[in-house]
């Protein structure tokens, strides 16, 4: 039925009960999961210095390098097949160019990793995904 299945993940709460219930979906069905983390480059938009974007890019680097191997190994834990990709971009536009790219059957999310007043002004990613998106999103509650 889904052969391959994205997950986003951000590293927040949702997302990681997204990627536990991927997994367990993926397992049930012996699918392969994509774990994908995008540096979003338009939270730096109005940054002028590049050595602070510079800065700021390495650190999201990292962040999404532990977000990526936590995605791996909820996944071996369950022996199921994971791929993690790490990308730039605008992360609504990157979770479904990935998605057409990989030919995924569906795409988990968590809800909204951001909160509050980012919420607010930025809007949501899974909300933007859900309505644009021509590839099924199963989105779980954190």
Not at 18 to 44: H, N, P, Q, T
Not at 67 to 91: F, N, Q, S, W, Y
């Amino acid at each position: 039925m889904y052969k391959k299945i994205l997950i986003p993940t951000d590293g927040s709460a949702p997302a990681e009960a997204a990627i536990k219930e991927g997994i367990k979906l993926a397992k049930a069905l012996g699918s392969k999961i994509y774990g994908l983390y995008v540096i979003d480059i338009s939270a730096f938009a109005g940054i002028p210095a590049e050595a602070i974007w510079e800065n700021m890019r390495s650190l999201l680097e990292e962040e999404g390098k532990k977000a990526l191997e936590r995605v791996e190994k909820l996944a071996d834990t369950k022996d199921v097949k994971c791929k993690t990709i790490m990308k730039e971009g605008i992360p609504s536009k990157e979770i479904i160019s990935t998605a057409e790219e990989i030919k995924a059957g569906l795409i988990v999310m968590g809800t909204s990793g951001k909160s509050g007043l980012n919420r607010f002004l930025l809007g949501s990613v899974t909300e933007k995904v859900v309505r644009t998106s021509k590839i099924p999103v199963l989105v779980i509650r954190g």
